[in-house]
């Protein structure tokens, strides 16, 4: 079996106004760093809305689109952080960094692949039902879980959030279904001020695993080992789905982690050997932060390069 990657130009014509660090140079810089790499390469599809809908209100994707402007930029934020941004070709972008996540489930679950990377963007793991945030517009990982969940029928899947920011959008849309486990590491303190361990969610399904300032690889890891993997062990988990954010990179300018590329690498090999043990190696990762632009080319090559490793 193989690693998918799917990725698509429509998410190089997702644009935020200048000066914003979520910028179509992210997904510029991974494509090149992946494209000598032997992958199967997938184009992801358009999600449907009823997709969408698992976990977003019709009423909210209505809004979204609505939204979209014919010139310029529109802001979609209600009251929230001012960052997230629509463009008159945003809506391809958007409905494919969706469905490429909820292809990548149905290639994995249809072996298919062993498991699979969604190269997209806008990001996603920020979005609350109604409420986008973060440069966040739909779950896309939460969405994928939902499809994996409803679709095809697992009894448990979990999510891995190593993104330096909580994801708290994440959480939101998944906490109330006890058949999901959302673990979620994030620096604290930092935007968006959520993810305190005391915060088990209503099912005990949630694990956040705050991380001071100045946290290098090793600790992280070491904390991997003492509680995430334990955590997943307990789940039983049928699919691991990855929210893969390379923002606690310790050049990345929007926040004070010390890891190092092969922190990520470590860490990937960590998730795939265990799914290997729970669930026949079925992974599906995607692209969540991310802004030093060399240092997220190098972490996404080192994080495809485990999942090529663990489908050998």
């Known amino acids: 079996m193989t690693t998918a990657l799917l990725t698509h130009a429509d ?3 997702h644009v935020n106004p200048p000066g914003m660090p979520e910028q179509v140079a992210r997904l510029a810089y991974v494509q090149r760093a992946l494209e000598d790499i032997d992958l199967l390469r997938v184009d992801p599809p358009l999600a449907d ?13 209505d809004f979204v689109r609505s939204r979209i402007p014919t010139h310029g930029y529109a802001g ?16 391809n972008a958007i409905w494919r960094a969706a469905g490429g996540a909820v292809k990548a489930v149905d290639m994995v679950l249809d072996e298919e692949v062993t498991n699979a990377f969604v190269a997209m963007r806008p990001p996603g793991h920020h979005a609350e039902q109604k ?19 409803e679709m095809h029928g697992l009894d448990r899947v979990a999510v891995v959030d190593f993104d330096v920011h909580h994801g708290n959008g994440t959480q939101a849309l ?36 705050p991380l001071a300032p100045g946290t290098d690889g090793a600790h992280a890891i070491a904390e991997y080992k003492r509680q995430v993997i334990p955590a997943l062990i307990g789940h039983k988990p049928d699919l691991i789905l990855i929210s893969a954010g390379f923002d606690a990179h310790q050049d990345d300018p929007l926040a004070q982690l010390n890891w190092s590329v ?26 969540e932060g991310g802004y030093d632009l060399d240092a997220l080319a190098a972490c996404a090559r080192a994080h495809v390069q485990s999942l090529i490793k663990a489908a050998a």
């Open 11 to 13: 998410g190089l014509l």
């Open 49 to 61: 809305d009823a997709a969408i809908a698992r976990c977003h209100p019709q009423s909210y994707i």
């Open 76 to 91: 979609l934020d209600r009251e929230t952080d001012a960052e997230t941004f629509l463009c008159p070709t945003s809506e």
């Open 131 to 149: 409420l986008p945030m973060g440069f966040c517009i739909f779950g896309n990982v939460a969405i994928a879980a939902k499809h994996a969940l």
């Open 174 to 209: 998944l906490q109330d279904d006890p058949r999901a486990l959302v673990v979620t590491s994030q620096q604290m303190p930092l935007w968006p001020g959520t993810g305190a361990a005391s915060d088990r969610g209503p099912h005990g399904t949630v694990l956040n695993l």
């Open 262 to 287: 092969d922190t990520f690498a470590r860490l990937t090999d960590m998730i795939t050997e265990t799914a290997q043990t729970l669930c026949k190696g079925r992974v599906v990762s995607v692209l």
